[in-house]
């Protein structure tokens, strides 16, 4: 449970080295949500989650929903750094008969607890297994991560209401606030205003990122949200989309891009560089 | 039926039949989704109360460029999919004529209340677009992979569903949308490049159009499955076996009056859809088949279960939904009528 700067910022490497083979092994994917939340992956799977990659289905473990599930590779791409399987299964995103598909699903990969993709739903799945917790007095937490685009679907409010009104501070809600949707930036397509406002008048304790790919700020966040015991608690992490590969934090659209197999060598040494500094300098400040 | 053993004559007549049939299958230079955006704004510049809502999919249907060339007409407005099929309605209520657009998931189950109160029961005018249909949905997998769409929206009354995947004919269909009032429901590829008809050929919405000409059965396909039935067909044919194929492109209404025909005149009919055999065409069909008195009859679709990831050919396979499968469910449906 002890934050290590070093070791969390080497795992969130090896997880957007991850991400980058899953993606580049098909060609195409999510390349920008699933490197914003590498950080917050490395953080969670690192040192906060009361998980076991040797038994997945352990059952007092904590669940991890990713509502945005379109960001299935960084998923993959932890839980193969913490072994839940073997990293060879990467090259396997989206290929036939596969069991790791685009979008996530708990049938068909070890360690991966709702079933997402249809963008919304995931709030009220984690509300729902938090609220269960609550009634069987279990001290298992919920973690949710959404969209900054995904709050458009009112189904996220709808869950919001939900959890504030019945006080489920077991499940702790993160916003990966990278700026971009799918078609360009948040602002353009429908803007949201404050995130941190809108979940305060929500009645929610709200934590606020200001580099959300930064693991110390997250660690710190995670921790101040599991002391606070009145209200549930939502994390904003102001993030980068495509954090950490100054391709695509650069590109202007990096939502659903290419990697090239040829290309990787060059982003795991910008990686590398990354191990001592935190990432300064690389697309990952917010 | 009686069991008919083909005469001189019946070659002859099949021979003919054979060289009336069309020219086949090319394929196109342009992708459905270019079709798509392009006829949409021929609509928007003909008529200014033609509108466009995007819930977030612009840069994957490629209709980005209309925001700008058309900013009191169409329109991104976030990933909202029941809201945007409620605004629709109520614009529509104004005079607006909205074309919606989202993945077919996400156009039918995601909204069907709201498609179903704020459109067909408000009798509103609004045209919902989902696009990756079945398994043409591929990488995006069994989350994103409608294969209900149809099944959902044909239990609603006043409801026009189009299952399409050929360029003219979804440019013609797009027109007809916009020109006839109602809440209609249309599904196609975006990267569907298959062609099968010529530029002259017209389209009534509920109305089959006869692709190929046959005697001893008749596939009615929809959608992707039209390529592969003609293509199945043409596979018989070296077996003697003459089969019509009829664009089923209206699931509903039902062309109900070209069903009984083709019942009639070739006696046996296997319908083909990409979608679960449940609640889609061959469910159609098989209504009007079975109150009507049954000839020998088999569907092809998808069993009835979940999608997943995978490519075109792996899935179609994987679903019993190539042209092989069709072609031999036409063998079980031409013996069943000899005995
Ligand atoms: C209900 C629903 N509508 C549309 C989509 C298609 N879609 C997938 S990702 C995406 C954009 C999501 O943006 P955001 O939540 O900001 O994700 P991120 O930036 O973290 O990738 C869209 C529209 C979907 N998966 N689900
Ligand atoms: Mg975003």
Known sequence: MDFNR?????????????????????????????LSIADTLAVLYGCVMNVDPADPGKKDRDLLVIS??????????????????DEGILDTLNKNNTILPSHTDRLKTPGVDMTTGSLGQGASLAAGAAFADQLNGSSNYTYLILGDGELEEGQVWEAALF?????????????????????????????????EKKFEAFGF?????????????????????????????????????????????????????????????????????????????????? | MRRRMMGEKEQ?????????????????????????????????????????????????????????????????????????????AGMSVKGKIPFMHSFGTFTSRRCADQTFLSGCYNRANIKLVGTDPGITAETNGGTHMPFEDMGIYRSFPEMTILDVAEPHLLKEIMKKMAGQYGVMYIRFPRKGKICYYEEKQTFEIGKGVILREGTDASILASGVEVAEAITAAEELQKEN??????????????????????????????????????????????????????????????????????DRKFLAEKFGLTAADIAGAVRKVVNKKGS
């Open chain 1, 6 to 34: 070093k070791e969390m910022d080497l795992l969130a490497i090896k997880i957007r080295k991850n991400i980058l083979r899953t993606i580049a092994s098909k060609g195409t994917g999510h390349v920008g949500g699933s």
């Open chain 1, 205 to 286: 304790h709200v934590i606020s990122v200001e580099n959300g790919n930064d693991t110390r700020q997250i660690y710190d966040a995670v921790m101040e949200a599991r002391a606070e015991k009145e209200l549930p608690s939502v994390i904003v992490l102001h993030t980068v989309k495509g954090a950490g590969v100054r391709k695509y934090a650069e590109m202007e659209n990096c939502h659903s891009t290419t990697v090239n197999r040829e290309e990787l060598e060059a982003f795991y040494q910008e990686l590398d560089a990354q191990a001592d500094d935190g990432g300064k300098g690389t697309g990952k400040e917010a």
């Open chain 1, 163 to 195: 959890t504030a009104h019945r006080r489920l501070t077991n499940l702790i809600t993160f916003v990966d606030a990278n700026g971009k949707q799918l078609d360009g930036p948040t602002d353009q397509v429908c803007s949201l205003g404050s995130i």
């Open chain 2, 12 to 88: 002859e007549r099949k021979h003919k039949v054979r060289e009336k049939s069309m020219a086949g299958i090319k394929t196109s230079d342009k992708e459905l989704r270019k079709v798509f955006a392009e006829t949409l704004e021929a609509l928007m510049e003909e008529n200014p109360d033609v509108v466009y809502l995007e819930a977030d999919l612009a840069g994957a249907i490629g209709t980005t460029g209309l925001f700008r060339s058309h900013p009191k007409q169409a329109f991104d407005i976030g990933i909202m999919e029941a809201n945007m099929v409620g605004l629709g």
């Open chain 2, 241 to 310: 076996i003459s089969v019509r194929v009829v664009d089923m492109f209206t699931v509903k209404p039902l062309d109900e009056e070209l069903v009984l025909r083709c019942a009639r005149e070739t006696g046996a009919i296997v319908t083909a859809e990409n979608h679960n055999k449940i609640g889609g065409l061959g469910s159609a069909v098989a209504e009007v088949l079975a109150e009507a008195g049954a000839v020998p009859f088999l569907r092809i679709g998808v069993p009835d279960c979940f999608g997943e990831v995978g």
């Open chain 1, 68 to 85: 945005k599930g379109h960001s299935g590779p960084a998923m993959y791409a932890a839980l193969a750094a913490r072994g839940y399987f």
